[in-house]
């Protein structure tokens, strides 16, 4: 990826999360669904 990241939130995400489920951090900052990746 040529492109710098994005800061998406300069703070913490608070997100609940279910045990045994898969999660898919964004590290780009481009998501519009933070702060999970969307493709």
Request: hydrophobic fraction near 30%; proline fraction near 10%.
């Amino acid at each position: 990826m040529s492109e710098a990241p994005i800061i998406a939130q300069k703070s913490p995400y608070p997100v609940e999360v279910e045990a045994g489920k898969s999660y898919y951090w964004c590290a780009c900052g481009r998501s519009s669904n933070q702060p999970f990746c969307d493709g």
